[in-house]
C-alpha cells in the first residue's frame, strides 16, 4: 500500500503571525509536525511507501524531513502550479496513482489518533471512505452521505431532494483499490484537460463514486469513525482547537526505530 500526502497549499485562510509563513503539514503540536505524526503512524500501521505532494514553501517542508530521522525519505512530487487547486495536484502525482496497489490518498492538514488511520488499511483490498457523524452543520465541511450502507454523495452542499439514511463529515483521508485508483487518474485527467484544474479533488473523487452507483466495478464501503479524535486545521481557531481539545485525546505517538 502507498500512502499520497496533499501537502501543496499555500493555506491562505489560516493566517499566520510568524516571521515567515510556513505549510501547515508543519505546524507543530507537543513539539512534533503534522508531517511527523503523518509519517509514524502510517509506519505503525504498516505503510512504508509515502509519496508527498508539495507545491508553496516545498523548500521548508524538504529541510523537515531532512531534520526526521528514523524513516525512509518519502518521494517528492512538486506542483510548481499549486494556486490552481488540489485536483491539479492529485494529477501532478498520477503516476504514484498509477503504479499498481492500493492507495491512501490523505490530506496534509490533519491532526488526529491512530483509530481514525487504522480502518483504511486493515483489510486486504477495498475501496473506503472514512464518516464522522458528530459533525457541525455549516457550509465548509464536506459531507458524507450514505443509504443502506453505501455511500452516495460526497460534497460541501448536499441537494435537498437526496435519499439518505446517515450524514457525517468525511475526514478527507481515502483508501482506493489498484483499479479504482487508475480510474481516478483518469477523472482528474479529464478535470485538468477540460479547465477544471481549479477545483478541489474531492470533486475527482465524488465522480468515481457516483460511478459506481450504477456500474459497480469500484465499489466503496465506509468506515464510521465517529468519537475518535481529528481535526483538519483549515483557521486560526482550528489550530487553538486541535492544541485545548483534540492533542489531549491522542494516544501517545509511537517511538521511531531505525
Known sequence: MRAIILAAGRGSRLLQTDDRISPKCLLRFDG???LERHLRLLRTLGVEEVVLALGFEHQQIEAELDRIQGFARPSIVINPQYTLGSVLTVHTVAD???AG???LLMDADVLYDERVLAPLVVDASANRLLIDRAFEEGDEPVKLCVRDGVPV???KQVAANLAFDTIGESVGFFRFTESAARRLADIVADYVEGGRANLPHEEAVRDLLLEQLDDPRHPFDVA???GAPWIEI????DV??????VLPQLEPLPLVTP
Open 32 to 34: 512534533v509536525t503534522l
Open 96 to 98: 504514484a496513482l498509477v
Open 101 to 103: 496497489g492500493d492507495v
Open 153 to 155: 454523495e460526497l460534497r
Open 224 to 226: 464510521d469513525v465517529t
Open 234 to 237: 483549515d483557521f486560526p481557531n
Open 240 to 245: 487553538v482547537r486541535a492544541a485545548d481539545e
